[in-house]
């Protein structure tokens, strides 16, 4: 299971720290990323990070969000720097992992919301 936290209310310009921390076994090898979704659109890519620490951004994400894990490898962070409104959705965490790479893992998502 995957749980998601961190989300909230911020002014535009603000900051938050999204924390998602895997319960059970998890695969040295895997992948760990976060999306985002607002009503009516499809959820979308934001970030990535490898249990080798290579990470790949969204082009909007570049320069202002930062992937990272937690060093016992069970974690995975998001910071959100300079949020705008359009950076509101709700944030899930996902989780892929060798050899079922196919195999999708999926937090409950926690929700960030910038007003304009």
């Known amino acids: 299971q995957l749980q998601a936290s961190g989300g909230g209310l911020v002014q535009s310009g603000g900051s938050l720290r999204l924390s998602c921390s895997v319960s059970g076994r998890i695969s040295s090898n895997n992948r760990m990323a976060w999306y985002r979704q607002v009503p009516e659109k499809q959820r979308e890519f934001v970030a990535v990070?490898?249990?080798?620490?290579?990470?790949n951004y969204a082009d909007f994400a570049k320069g202002r969000f930062t992937i990272s894990r937690g060093t016992a490898g069970d974690t995975v962070y998001l910071q959100l720097n300079n949020l705008t409104p359009e950076d509101t959705a709700i944030y899930y965490c996902?989780?892929?992992?060798?050899?079922?790479?196919?195999?999708?893992?999926w937090g409950q998502g926690t929700q960030v919301t910038v007003p304009a």
């Open positions: 990070v490898t249990s080798r620490g290579d990470a």
């Open positions: 996902n989780v892929v992992q060798f050899p079922q790479w196919n195999i999708d893992y």
